[in-house]
């Protein structure tokens, strides 16, 4: 029994301390996304579609463990600390490589959740990441600067995703959205 206990404290406690974070993230995540979608349907004027939510949630759920790791764990081992050199390191980490990779996964999935190929989720990609990159810089920049500057690191991407239900407002416009069909003259 002692050797059962101790097996049960030292890994499996261990392991439940070291995911907490990241399983709190999922849940904050996962809410702002489903919150941000329902309001862009609202704004949008359209009768709500849960089905359209649960994949926002989904999406959430499934970014949120490689957003923890862009946006918690990688800024402070490659950039330790809260001087502001660090800080602006990591905001420019965030904005040039972080922010795209996961706009990218997250158009992706939300493709591939409603039933896309991988090349919609290709073409969804290379036509709405970079005007969305564009939209984020200026958005996320001074929340950035807040975050890194203020909140404990625990902390982090929770304040990101509940600071990013505005920003998924917006995202699931985009995700959602048809792709602009080329004018064809007669």
């Given at each position: ?39 862009c ?5 359209v009768a ?139």
């Amino acid at each position: 029994l002692s050797e059962c206990l101790f097996f049960f404290d030292r890994h499996v406690m261990r392991w439940l301390h070291l995911c907490r974070p990241i399983l709190r993230t999922c849940a904050v995540q996962t809410t702002a996304m489903m919150l941000g979608d329902r309001i862009c349907q609202e704004l949008e004027g359209v009768a709500w579609q849960p089905r359209r939510t649960a994949v926002m949630g989904a999406t959430g759920a499934t970014c949120a463990p490689v957003g923890h790791f862009l946006f918690v764990y990688s800024p402070e081992v490659l950039f330790p600390g809260r001087h502001w050199a660090a800080i602006a390191k990591k905001m420019c980490l965030f904005a040039l490589v972080n922010a795209p990779l996961i706009s990218a996964f997250n158009f992706s999935l939300v493709t591939l959740y409603k039933g896309g190929t991988i090349e919609d989720a290709r073409r969804k990609v290379i036509r709405d990441v970079p005007p969305t990159w564009r939209v984020g810089v200026c958005y996320w920049a001074p929340l950035n600067l807040v975050n890194l500057a203020l909140v404990p690191i625990e902390l982090r991407a929770s304040f990101g995703a509940v600071a990013g239900c505005v920003w998924n407002v917006y995202l699931s416009y985009v995700a959602n959205r048809a792709p602009k069909l080329p004018v064809v003259s007669a």
